[in-house]
């Protein structure tokens, strides 16, 4: 039975082979002479009867003494039932031997078995680039500092900036509701103080001086810091919207209508108890509706409005 595969192998195949006229591949470099690390092509070619298989060696072929480092395959080209197979190796070596050599084969597809036919092997010369070593080697030395340009320490900046961003987050996340509270207080409170300042000033003035302009000012003033108080605008209301927008309110009512009849219908040439009265009762107005702000904003999360107590420095 041995025998009878032996006979088989020896015999038979090479038989089939050379019954489908299957030439050898021819394979060549481009060049007779090589440089170590330098890149070099082989150029491999075969032609073989149209209906064979033919396979040309792929990327995981071992190119040993050479290394792969691109292939480059062409299309099968047929004429008159002969076809032509081809591709385009660029290797490279370094291998010290001064002559290398390389035989690239192709597999010829049969049924089941698969033929391989090798390329005559085609030899390159290692040029070399040191001809004459001196013993004992000298070596070459520097012993001079060399100043080293200092770099930015990138990764360690985004790294900085990543955790400062993480805590930032982490304390946003946990007391930011608290901080924007805290910022919307202080922001009123300031208001209210400058308020405050600007329109004690214009009563004062009015007080000393009896000129209707420092009461218009102060009244001026109190509509445009209730507008912004409020979000509403009411420095372009009438006095009668602004008591409609306040429900009615009687101290408004009174001191704006007052105020009113002194400044457009000049009845008064000096300042009397009952102007300044009308002025005390818009300032004590505006800090009763600060203080309700101020309250909305403690209590934002259930919305209720209490009565405050108030603040020292509040005038």
């Known amino acids: 039975m041995l025998k009878y595969l032996l006979f088989i192998v020896l015999f038979a195949l090479p038989g089939l082979v050379a019954g489908q006229q299957v030439l050898r ?9 090589i440089r170590i690390g330098a890149p070099l092509q082989f150029t491999l070619v075969h032609r073989h009867p149209e209906k064979l298989e033919v396979i040309l060696p792929g990327t995981n072929y071992n190119f040993s003494p050479f290394e792969l ?5 062409f299309a099968t080209k047929t004429k008159n039932g002969i076809s032509t197979d081809s591709a385009v190796y660029t290797l490279r ?13 192709v597999f010829v597809l049969q049924g089941k078995d698969t033929i391989r036919v090798n390329s005559d092997s085609s030899r390159v010369i290692l040029q070399e680039l040191v001809t004459r070593v001196n013993e004992p080697l000298k ?3 520097e012993t001079e500092l060399v100043p080293v340009e200092e770099r930015f320490d990138w990764p360690i900046l985004l790294l900085w900036i990543s955790f400062i961003s993480l805590v930032s987050s982490l304390v946003w ?21 400058y308020f405050a300042s600007r329109y004690n000033a214009h009563i004062d003035r009015f007080v000393k001086t009896g000129v209707s302009q420092s009461m218009e000012k102060a009244v001026s003033l109190w509509k445009n810091y209730l507008t912004k108080l409020e979000r509403s605008a009411i420095n372009s209301f009438t006095t009668k919207e602004i008591v409609e927008f306040y429900n009615d309110n009687e101290e408004v009512n009174n001191a704006l ?27 004590r107005f505006a800090k ?8 909305i904003i403690k209590n934002a999360k259930n919305n209720r409005q209490h009565a405050g107590v108030a603040e020292p420095g509040l005038v």
């Open 173 to 193: 996340l946990i007391f930011g509701q608290t901080i924007k509270t805290k910022y919307k207080l202080y922001r009123l409170r300031k208001d209210h103080l």
């Open 139 to 141: 070596f070459r030395f």
């Open 93 to 105: 070596t370094f291998d010290t031997k001064a002559v290398q050599s390389l035989a690239l084969p």
């Open 257 to 283: 209508r007052h105020c009113d009849k002194a400044i457009y219908g000049n009845l008064i040439t000096e300042a009397d108890a009952e102007t300044k009265e009308a002025l005390l009762m818009l300032r």
């Open 69 to 73: 480092v691109r292939k480059d395959f």
């Open 25 to 33: 591949p021819v394979g060549t470099f481009n060049s007779d002479t």
């Open 288 to 295: 009763s509706r600060y203080r309700a702000n101020r309250e």
